[in-house]
């Protein structure tokens, strides 16, 4: 790599590179979304070009369907592939129990009906997303656009009973108008700034009638490759 790259930078093209070499040939691969999967992606591109490598690539969102089939990759649905046999995504936290939080990209989603039919999920991140207790992070739920107001509302009266440090909620936007997900819906980000009990808040938040999904990994992620400014990377 020749072009100059900030520090952060290099640690998610340390990460992804890494974590790209657990790829084997005949393997359905779950995309990830978001800047670190995309380095993932075309590193995976490279290796189809380069060493005639052979998979089937499920991706995340439409902009990683785009980005993989420009990368060469053979891109197929999560309905045709049925089970995969490893996804390889970013997040925007992960714990010492390597739960996570995800949707910075509003891609959370796809991304867990994804790994959730995985054998392994890897997770690609830059050190600067490992926290002690998750919750810095504004946390993504996906809402249904409709009556989104009242989502809101209530999501915000729930979180009095929960052990967090944050109740409120901020509609995601794009512009002038609300950001749209790739299954049509709208994102609440919660500012939680701690949470205590994520298990907890996950089965609360998706039993409030217009979330759609939380962003929440618990239990999900099997192995995080942690990338560092200088080059470096470690497995977790
Ligand atoms: C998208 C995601 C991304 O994986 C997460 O936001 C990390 O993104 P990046 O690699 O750009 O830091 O969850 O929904």
Redesign the pocket.
Known sequence: MTVEMSPIERA?YASARRAAEFVESGMKVGL??????AWMVKRLGERVREEGLKIQGVPTSSGTAALAREAGIEVTTLDEARWLDLTI????EFDSNLNLI???????LQ?KVVATASDQMIVI?DAAKAVETLGAFPLPVEILAFGGQTTKALIEETLVGMDVLGRDSVLRMQGDAPFVTDEGNHILDLNLRRIGNARQLSLVLNQIPGVVEN?LFLDICDTVVIGYGDGKTEIR
Request: no cysteine.
């Open positions: 998610k990830g979304t978001g800047s670190t999967a995504d970013g997040a925007d995800k949707g910075g990209g509003g891609a959370h991304e991140a962003g």
